[in-house]
């Protein structure tokens, strides 16, 4: 039977007063939409109805007061945020039925309670973010999305009906938001969209002046550049092996860009690439993965495979096999091949048993539990930079290397750290690893 995914919930905004209410407004529904929330234009159609209210003046409050009096009436379900916040006494004694009241600039407490007020049904199939990602993303972090939608069809796959074609932030805009996360904790920006190496097709790669002079293009090499000039650390997600991807690899090597790629190659086998209908289906991509480590070996690449796809043979799967002793991939998170309901893979003929799948997932995951392992062994000895993500009482921490993305990749478990804080960027002298994890101690500050 063919995977139902429930649509995604639905938020209404009412954004009261100044410009800078209006960006705190911008922020959240980026980071709502980045956890799978679609917006609403108006009342009806909403789950739960956001009011950023101000209250700078009287007349401000008022007016927040009616806008939520508004929203109740015609909605029901209403979070009130922003500086009425700080008057959570006057607006609950008015409006009781108020589902939570955050003030200004508490951007967590927002996302978090609509997350409880209409949990976000997050998908394998149409998300980006882990399922993890649901637990209030840490302000050290954060997801960035860069566009919406998708032009390819892949077969197995119903994001193009569900999101339609590729649309593309303006490169400005999506600046503005680094620098606002960045501003606000964030130390690593994590980069996500359908297609990140289509970013600004739609827009035909034009320039957007900057605000200190100069312009940006709206291209995957350029936006990576300046957002390397922003964040400390810089992740791109969801990137597709098109050839102008060698463009990013000196940016990595430079350090402007962490060395990381997240490539969802899906499979290797071309007969099985092509029923997918995959992009930059490209014969050459071991060629280039070898140039890539060329110019910045320490590149790490993370992928997904799906295993048991209608027509996989055993030749195939072999194929795919002796393509991962080649490529030697840092990460890999496989899948065995389920229909979602109005995918076109659903009619191919061939279907592989379940036995047949489960046996080659066990398969592929030992192979690639082997790689990991023996690619982590050969970094005991070196010193990596980490980035702390939470420290324990007991001296240790908890943190991740340039090759590990939050929830999807390992850890680095660090004694000797109670002086770290969450955040903090480190180097580390690696003493241990097993298939997934590291483990060592920080180096001394002298
Ligand atoms: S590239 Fe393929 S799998 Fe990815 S969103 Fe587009 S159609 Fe779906």
């Known amino acids: 039977m063919a995977t139902v995914i429930p649509s995604p919930p639905r938020v209404g905004m009412v954004s009261l007063g100044c410009p ?60 009130v945020t922003g500086c009425m916040g700080k008057e959570a006494e006057t607006i609950r004694a008015r409006f009781p039925q108020v589902l939570a009241i955050t003030g200004a600039h508490q951007y967590e407490q927002v996302v978090e309670a609509v997350h409880e007020a209409a949990p976000a049904n997050l998908s394998p199939y149409i998300d980006l973010i882990p399922d993890a990602g649901l637990k209030l993303t840490p302000r050290h972090y954060s997801y960035l999305k860069i566009s919406e939608g998708c032009n390819h069809r892949c077969s197995f796959c119903i ?44 827009l035909r790669h034009a320039s957007w002046p900057l605000k200190g002079g100069g312009e940006v293009r709206a291209h995957m090499t350029d936006l990576a550049r300046e957002l390397g000039r922003i964040a400390p650390w810089v992740r791109l997600h969801y990137v597709y092996p098109y050839p102008h991807v060698d463009q990013v690899i000196p940016l990595m090597a430079e350090g402007l860009v962490l060395p990381y790629l997240d490539i969802p190659f899906q499979h290797a ?4 690439l092509r029923r997918m209908k995959r992009p930059a289906n490209d014969a050459k991509v ?103 993500d939470a420290v324990d009482d007991e001296g240790g921490a908890t943190g991740r290397s340039t090759a590990d993305a939050p929830e999807i990749d390992g850890e680095v478990f660090l004694r000797d750290a109670g002086h770290l804080a969450v955040g903090d960027i480190v180097p580390v002298v690696i003493e241990d690893a097993d298939e997934h994890n590291l483990y060592g101690a920080p180096v001394a500050p002298r």
């Open 159 to 202: 994001i193009p009906s569900l999101r339609g074609d590729l649309v593309s932030r303006r490169p400005d805009a999506i600046l503005r938001e680094a620098e606002k996360l960045v501003a606000a904790g964030t130390r690593e920006l994590l980069v996500i969209s359908q297609d990140t190496s289509a970013y600004g097709l739609d």
């Open 286 to 388: 071991l060629g280039r993965i070898k140039a890539w480590r060329d110019i910045c070996p320490d590149l790490a690449i993370r992928s997904t495979f799906v295993v048991g796809f209608p027509g996989e043979t055993e030749e195939d799967f072999q194929y795919l096999l002796d393509w991962l002793d080649e490529a030697q991939l840092d990460r890999v998170g496989a899948f065995r091949f389920e229909p979602v309901e109005g995918a076109a893979a659903n009619l191919l003929p061939d279907p592989v048993p379940e036995a047949v799948k489960e046996e080659r997932y066990a398969r592929i995951m030992e192979k690639t539990a082997a790689i990991s392992a023996a690619r982590l062994a050969a970094k005991v000895g070196r010193t990596l930079d980490v980035i702390v």
């Open 20 to 79: 800078k209410n209006l960006v705190d407004s911008e922020r959240i529904l980026t980071q709502l939409r980045a956890d799978g929330y679609q917006m609403s234009p108006d009342y009806a159609g909403a789950d739960v109805v956001l009011v950023n209210t101000c209250g700078f003046l009287d007349s401000a409050k008022e007016e927040s007061l009616e806008a939520i009096g508004e929203a109740i009436a015609e909605n029901g379900r209403v979070i």
């Open 269 to 272: 086998a071309p007969a099985v």
